[in-house]
Structure formats: structure tokens, C-alpha cells
């Protein structure tokens, strides 16, 4: 009984515990295991007689649908303290060169306000906290 | 058992017929008997069983996802704490002094006040929920814990409870505990206290679970999001979420903790004094 008693009220504590940390601490825990990303603006440049955006090829990755995709990152709401999240976002390019890549305005993707990954180390995943770098 | 010559109990036999068969037949109604309590306990359990069982079944991501990446529904576990322990703190204080009185101190009209609360006691909640919106609205507690916790204070089934248990006391320790303290307050903290710390364990216990479950009165008092306790936050899960098992899992865990602490207690305050 006296064991009973010892190994529940360890948990108890235990469960309280970890209730108060990850409540008062969550921020920098969650600011601790989000993947640093390097983020850039898309710029404009001329190309064949059109404006287009451009970004750097790192940008730039392959869906496993085999399209091509940039890590939008926004704001999110979803935790109490400002935080970045990174959502994909289908990219039609139109002209590769000198590690850049050009592309149109389209509907679903991204225009020039946004901001999207250039660089990361973690794989990203749909909707994953990241702490952007300029 | 008083009864009338010549008439039988309703579970007396006649005689010379055997009440219960004796050897084989025995061990092997018992048996069956066990079987079926044992199945019928299972069928009862396996919505626990189900919920642990899924809860794990992507490893501890869920988990992860419940403390780190969806704080929204640790908050909620944390508002259900906060209210919880608060209210049901406060029921005990409260009801501990009440019940002293209803027990203990004879004054005209004790009966009707404790019929009253029996009456308020029997009724839904439903029919209180209104009033409490009204007067958390007048004491500008709306939308706050305390709109959860002051009406959560004053509950009756504690104090009944308490002066059920309190009634064991006897007026004889009372009063020579008085010979030496005039003060009530220290008579009650220093004797009675300790003398019906399962019965207080018990209230404690039992009010606390009630607030844990509460789903329609943080409806009806509270507005914000981030407010509410997890109970009305498990609705917005997803169905088929591993996420919703896992934050069911947790949500359940603070009162098996607390009920399988004080199990003695609970069935001590239930059973010992909830007969008389």
C-alpha cells in the first residue's frame, strides 16, 4: 500500500511538473527545437522582355508529387508568443540561370511581400516552427 | 430481523431446502460468477484501454505535440488545474465550517437551512447555470477562472457530505477540547479535523472531479480561448487525431492519480459514512 502510494503520488508530482514547465518554459523550448532557416525576399529582374521574380536555386525544392516547391514562412498564430511556421508552396519556373531562378506571378504561390526559405539544415515539414535568419 | 411468527424473510428458505449448493456446484457458479464480473469490469474499462492503446500507437509524438508544438490544449490542461484545485480547495474550507455548524451547533431553523441545501443539491445544474452567468456578469468575473471557481466553491453535496461525517464526532471530545480552548476555529483544526481527515479527503476528492468534468458551465461563463479548460478544447480535435487520444489520455490522468492516492479515503468517506 505504502508503495502504491509512493509511486503515485511520483507521478502526480511528475504530471504537475511538466504541466508548469512546458507552460512557463514553452516559448524557449519550442524556440530550442525549431530548425534555423535563412529566409530571403524575392526580387524582380528582367527577363526576356518580362518582369519576373527571382530567387536563389537553394530556395527551390522537388515535391515527391515531382513538383516544384519554396518554403513559405508566416506568422502563426497557434502559440502565444510570435512564432514562424513554413508552409510549401508550388512554384512555376520559367528560366533558370547563374543559380537563380525566375518565375511568374501565379495564384497559390508566392509574390513579392513574402518571405521564403534559402537555406536550412533539418528537413522541413508542412507547417514545422523554424526561427528565421536574414 | 423483526418479523411476525410463522412468516419467512424474502430471503429465508424453507426449511430443510439448501440456501446455496455446496462443493462442485459452488466452485463452479462461483467461477462463473467471476467469469462474468470479470468480463462485465473489462467491457466498462475499454474505453480507457482503447484511448492508452491509440494514444501510443505513433510512439510519443502525440505527447510531443500535446506539450510543445499544440500548446493550446496544455493551457487548457493547465486552466482545468488552476480551476479544479481552487474550487475544490475552497469546498473543503468551506464546507468543513458549514458542516461543523449543521452537525454540531443546535440553533432554530437548522433543519430547514440543511433541507435547503439538500433541495439545491437534487437540483440540475441547468438551473443554476443561469444565475451564475448573471451574477458573474454583476461581479465583472465573467470570462475569468474565478467565474469557474467562486460558484464552485459553494456547492452543496461537500457540506452534506461533511455533516454526514462530522455527526460520527462525538459531542463528548468536543466539549472537553472546549475546557481547554475556548476557540472554535481551533477546535475544529486541532480535533476535528484530524478526527475526519478521510471524510475531508473524500469531499475533496469528489469536488474536485466534478470540476474537472465540468463542460457546460465553461460554455456558458467564459468567452476566451485561452480560458478554457481542456474539457470543452477535446471537442475541437479531429476524429481519428492521435493527437485527441492523447490529450484524452492526459486529461484523464490527474483524477485516476488523485482517486488512486486516496482510494482508502474515497471508499472510506463513501462507504463508512455515506451509510448513516
Known amino acids: 500500500m505504502k508503495i502504491k502510494r509512493i509511486v503515485t503520488i511520483t507521478f502526480f508530482l511528475l504530471f504537475l511538473a511538466s504541466v508548469a514547465v512546458f507552460v512557463f518554459f514553452g516559448p524557449q523550448i519550442r524556440a530550442a527545437l525549431s530548425p534555423e532557416v535563412t529566409y530571403d525576399y524575392p526580387n524582380f529582374a528582367e527577363a526576356g522582355g518580362r518582369m519576373l521574380n527571382v530567387l536563389p536555386s537553394s530556395a527551390v525544392w522537388t515535391g515527391e508529387d515531382g513538383g516544384t516547391y519554396v518554403w513559405k514562412i508566416s506568422r502563426s498564430d497557434e502559440f502565444p508568443e510570435p512564432a514562424f511556421v513554413v508552409n510549401a508552396c508550388p512554384l512555376a519556373i520559367e528560366k533558370e540561370k547563374d543559380g537563380k531562378v525566375y518565375f511568374g506571378f501565379s495564384y497559390g504561390s508566392i509574390d513579392s511581400s513574402d518571405a521564403v526559405a534559402v537555406g536550412w539544415d533539418t528537413d522541413l515539414k508542412e507547417g514545422m516552427c523554424v526561427r528565421p535568419e536574414r | 430481523m423483526v418479523r411476525s411468527e410463522g412468516r419467512r424473510g424474502f430471503f429465508e428458505k424453507k426449511p430443510g431446502k439448501k440456501l446455496y449448493k455446496r462443493g462442485k456446484e459452488k466452485n463452479l457458479l462461483d467461477a462463473a460468477a467471476s467469469v462474468l464480473l470479470v468480463l462485465f469490469a473489462l467491457f466498462i474499462v475499454s474505453p480507457v484501454i ?11 509524438k502525440p505527447f510531443v505535440d500535446f506539450y510543445v508544438w499544440k500548446p493550446v490544449y496544455l493551457r487548457g490542461l493547465a486552466n482545468s488545474l488552476v480551476i479544479s484545485l481552487s474550487a475544490s480547495l475552497g469546498t473543503v474550507l468551506v464546507s468543513v ?66 455533516t454526514q461525517v462530522m455527526k460520527s464526532v462525538p459531542d463528548e471530545l468536543i466539549e472537553a477540547a472546549r475546557l481547554d480552548t475556548g476557540s472554535t476555529l481551533r477546535i475544529i483544526w486541532h480535533i476535528i479535523v484530524p478526527t475526519i481527515r478521510p471524510g475531508i479527503i473524500c469531499a475533496w476528492v469528489l469536488s474536485f472531479t466534478e470540476q474537472w468534468n465540468a463542460v457546460a458551465e465553461p460554455i456558458i461563463l467564459m468567452e476566451t480561448r485561452e480560458k478554457y479548460p481542456l474539457a470543452i478544447l477535446l471537442n475541437e480535435i479531429q476524429p481519428g487525431d492521435i493527437l485527441g487520444f492523447a490529450a484524452t489520455l492526459m486529461f484523464f490522468l490527474a483524477p485516476l ?18 451509510l448513516k
Open chain 2, 97 to 162: 465550517l458549514a458542516a461543523y455548524v449543521f452537525a454540531k451547533v443546535k440553533f432554530r431553523g437548522r433543519s430547514v437551512i440543511f433541507y435547503l441545501y439538500i433541495i439545491v443539491m437534487m437540483m440540475p445544474f441547468q438551473v443554476t447555470l443561469l444565475p451564475q452567468y448573471i451574477v458573474s456578469r454583476r461581479f465583472e468575473l465573467y470570462d475569468s477562472p474565478g467565474a469557474m471557481i467562486l460558484p464552485g466553491i459553494f456547492v452543496p453535496f461537500a457540506a452534506f457530505l461533511l
Open chain 2, 50 to 60: 482503447v484511448v492508452a492503446v491509440r494514444a501510443f500507437s505513433e510512439g510519443t
Open chain 2, 257 to 274: 492519480l488523485l482517486f488512486s492516492f486516496f482510494e482508502d479515503e474515497v471508499m472510506e468517506g463513501l462507504g463508512d459514512y455515506g
